[in-house]
């Protein structure tokens, strides 16, 4: 099956720095991406969607100057976390679709994100 | 506002019993609904998805049925086994993903 990387899967940083998340569909092209941010015990919440050449879409109650996101090409997406708080500590996953396919979502495997 | 639900929130059970977990969602104009396993520290893995025009979808022991009108699917899983102990998610895709808060299903040896 299709395969999307996600990297680092782990991070710690010191509060004010920035953090990259990297996103790579491996065998296929993904035109839209989606980021999602998981707190302990909650449901997944959808961050944005990137989408290729274009800007993100930002839900909601989502900063869109703090979480960059950046989908340079078909199979990458990156969502930088800048100036990291504590309260950023979180799990991030993101998920891509299939150009090709039938809209399932392939996920990648999460970054665990520790704000000291 | 398109909310999805899944309960039970939790369940357990011992291992060769039959199981049903229940995703429901505000919102009929779906596009899809996918069935997510997510084992802790891990990424999620697809396990079914249904479009909107289908009814149900099988995989091994899952089974997964929609019923658009009625806002309801529920996954079920024959003669579980303790390495289906995992939380199971729900999502429907509006065009975006909105996803349940999940069933922790633990099945005992």
């Known amino acids: 099956g299709a395969v999307v990387s996600q990297h680092p899967s782990w991070v710690i940083c010191k509060s004010g720095t920035s953090v990259k998340i990297e996103c790579r569909s491996l065998?296929?092209?993904?035109?839209?991406m989606f980021w999602y941010r998981q707190f302990p015990k909650q449901s997944l919440m959808l961050m944005a969607t990137?989408?290729?050449?274009?800007?993100?879409?930002?839900e909601q109650g989502v900063e869109k100057d703090k979480f960059l996101i950046n989908h340079a090409s078909l199979t990458l997406s990156t969502l930088t976390v800048t100036s990291a708080h504590p309260e950023d500590s979180s799990f991030y996953i993101c998920?891509?679709?299939?150009?090709?396919?039938?809209?399932?979502?392939?996920f990648g495997s999460g970054t665990q994100l520790s704000v000291l | 506002k398109q909310e999805v639900t899944q309960i039970p929130a939790a369940l357990s059970v011992p291992e060769g019993e039959n199981l049903v977990l229940n995703c429901s969602f505000t919102?009929?104009?779906?596009?899809?609904l996918q069935w997510f396993r997510q084992d802790p520290g891990k990424g999620l893995t697809s396990l079914l998805l249904?479009?909107?025009?289908?009814r149900e979808q099988t995989s091994g022991r899952l089974n997964a049925s929609l019923d658009k009108s009625s806002g309801r699917s529920t996954l079920y899983i024959a003669a579980s086994q303790p390495g289906d102990s995992a939380t199971y998610l729900c999502?429907?895709?509006?065009?975006?993903?909105?996803f349940g808060a999940g069933t922790r299903l633990t099945v005992k040896p």
């Open positions: 919102d009929s104009a779906i596009y899809n």
């Open positions: 998920s891509a679709r299939d150009a090709q396919g039938d809209e399932k979502l392939f």
């Open positions: 990137s989408n290729e050449g274009s800007k993100a879409t930002y």
């Open positions: 999502a429907v895709f509006y065009g975006d993903m909105r």
């Open positions: 065998d296929f092209q993904a035109t839209t």
């Open positions: 249904i479009q909107s025009s289908q």
